[in-house]
């Protein structure tokens, strides 16, 4: 029976019962994929959202714990009442 046929019939008879394999494979593969790709983007997401917030967190503190900020602080608000004050000057001044 095996001897009968040539080994292109067999060749191409082997062809012909991989292809349906190949395409139940694939279509499996691909429907994982997509699956596993739903679940994977939310916990890409929640990681995304979660070093954005450490980062800012992080920096914040770093920003108002040293010891320029309070300086920095200080100085703007001492340039806010010197512009309030010049401002006040010039408006009484023009009245007059």
Request: aromatic share 10%; proline share 2%; hydrophobic share 45%.
């Given at each position: 029976m ?17 292809i349906p394999?190949a395409v139940v494979?694939?279509v ?5 994929v997509k ?15 979660f ?11 770093a ?14 608000k001492?340039?806010i009442?010197?512009t309030?004050?010049s401002?006040?000057k010039?408006?009484y001044?023009k009245k007059?």
């Amino acid at each position: 029976m095996l001897l009968d046929k040539s080994y292109g019939q067999l060749l191409s008879e082997g062809f012909v019962r991989a292809i349906p394999w190949a395409v139940v494979f694939s279509v499996a593969f691909i429907i994982t994929v997509k699956i596993s790709m739903v679940f994977l983007g939310q916990e890409v997401k929640k990681a995304i959202d979660f070093t954005a917030k450490t980062a800012v967190h992080t920096s914040m503190s770093a920003v108002l714990s040293s010891d320029v900020f309070p300086k920095v602080k200080q100085n703007t608000k001492e340039a806010i009442e010197y512009t309030v004050h010049s401002v006040n000057k010039e408006l009484y001044a023009k009245k007059k």
